[in-house]
């Protein structure tokens, strides 16, 4: 899972009375972490500081994470 910090926009993605697991993306994807791991499920969680909802800006980290996956080092 990889989110910008700075991703914390909620007029793109609140939705009045619908519980997400939060009004931004950086609280959902935590949510969704946390239920990940609650069900035993292996996460890595990239939380990438300065970064809002750029997704080429995250292309370094997930091309990281994609490296060390075939090693198992994810």
């Known amino acids: 899972m990889v989110v910008g910090a700075e991703d ?4 793109e993605i609140a939705e009045p009375d619908i519980d997400a697991g939060g009004d931004t993306r950086v ?7 946390r239920n990940f ?5 292996d996460v890595r969680f990239d939380l990438v500081p300065g970064i809002a909802h750029r997704g080429l800006q995250l292309q ?7 490296s060390e996956v075939p090693a198992g080092r994810s």
Do not use: D, S, Y
């Open 37 to 41: 791991e609650a069900n035993g499920i």
């Open 8 to 11: 914390t926009e909620t007029w």
């Open 60 to 66: 370094a980290t997930v091309q990281q994470f994609m």
């Open 27 to 33: 609280a959902r994807l935590t949510a969704l972490r």
